[in-house]
T-cell receptor, first 110, second 111 residues
Framework: GEDVEQSLFLSVREGDSSVINCTYTDSSSTYLYWYKQEPGAGLQLLTYIFSNMDMKQDQRLTVLLNKKDKHLSLRIADTQTGDSAIYFC??????????FGKGTRLSVIA | DVKVTQSSRYLVKRTGEKVFLECVQD?????MFWYRQDPGLGLRLIYFSYDVKMKEKGDIPEGYSVSREKKERFSLILESASTNQTSMYLC??????????FGPGTRLTVL
C-alpha cells in the first residue's frame, strides 16, 4: 500500500472551513509537511509540524497531528477561492527524499 | 529565501530527441531531486543527488539520466524522448531541516 494516503478530492463553499486528511505509516517520522501546488506551478511549502507537537497554528491554517493513529490534518479556516489547489502531505522517514501522498485537489465554490 | 529555478516552464520536443532539463539552486544545498508528476500518480522520484558527481536512482529512473557537475546545478537528461515521457517535471532541494523546496516545474510535451 501507499506510504502516505490522502483523499484525492475535496470541495467546499467559500467561507467554510476545509479539512484535508492524511495518514502515514512511519511512526518515527521526524517532521510532517503540507505542500500546496497551484495550477501550473511547483510545490510550495505551506507548513510543517515536528513530531513531538500535537498542533500548530499559523493564521488560517491549523495542523493537527495524532501520532497514535498516524493521522495528520490541515484545516483552512474561511476558505477562499485562492485556496483552490492541490495539497500534498509528506513525511520524513529518515532517508533523504520525503515521501509524498498523491495530493488532495481542493475546489472552492463561490 | 530558497530559490530553485528551472530552465524552461514549457518545452515541446519530438520523439527521439535528446532533452536536457536544467535546475539551479542558490542556497548551497547538497541534496537535489528530480520528480515527475502525472495525474492520479502524484509525485514520482526519478533521480536524486546528495553531492557533486553523486547520483542515486529513484523509483522510476528508466529512460532518464542525470548530471551533477556543480553543486548548484542538477540536470535531467532524456537520451531519446518518448511520448510516455510527456509530463510535468519538478526539481527540488533539501535543507538541513529535511524540508524540500521545489522549482516552478517544466511541462514537457513529446510529440
Amino acid at each position: 500500500g501507499e506510504d502516505v494516503e490522502q483523499s484525492l478530492f475535496l470541495s467546499v463553499r467559500e467561507g467554510d472551513s476545509s479539512v484535508i486528511n492524511c495518514t502515514y505509516t512511519d511512526s518515527s517520522s521526524t517532521y510532517l509537511y503540507w505542500y500546496k501546488q497551484e495550477p501550473g506551478a511547483g510545490l510550495q511549502l505551506l507548513t510543517y509540524i515536528f513530531s513531538n507537537m500535537d498542533m500548530k497554528q499559523d493564521q488560517r491554517l491549523t495542523v493537527l497531528l495524532n501520532k497514535k493513529d498516524k493521522h495528520l490534518s490541515l484545516r483552512i479556516a474561511d476558505t477562499q477561492t485562492g485556496d483552490s489547489a492541490i495539497y500534498f502531505c509528506a513525511e520524513n522517514k529518515g532517508n533523504t527524499p520525503l515521501v509524498f501522498g498523491k495530493g488532495t485537489r481542493l475546489s472552492v465554490i463561490a | 529565501d530558497v530559490k530553485v529555478t528551472q530552465s524552461s516552464r514549457y518545452l515541446v520536443k519530438r520523439t527521439g530527441e535528446k532533452v536536457f532539463l536544467e535546475c539551479v539552486q542558490d542556497m548551497d544545498h547538497e541534496n537535489m531531486f528530480w520528480y515527475r508528476q502525472d495525474p492520479g500518480l502524484g509525485l514520482r522520484l526519478i533521480y536524486f543527488s546528495y553531492d557533486v558527481k553523486m547520483k542515486e536512482k529513484g523509483d522510476i529512473p528508466e529512460g532518464y539520466s542525470v548530471s551533477r557537475e556543480k553543486k548548484e546545478r542538477f540536470s535531467l537528461i532524456l537520451e531519446s524522448a518518448s511520448t510516455n515521457q510527456t509530463s510535468m517535471y519538478l526539481c527540488a532541494t533539501l535543507t538541513g531541516t529535511d524540508t524540500q523546496y521545489f522549482g516552478p516545474g517544466t511541462r514537457l510535451t513529446v510529440l
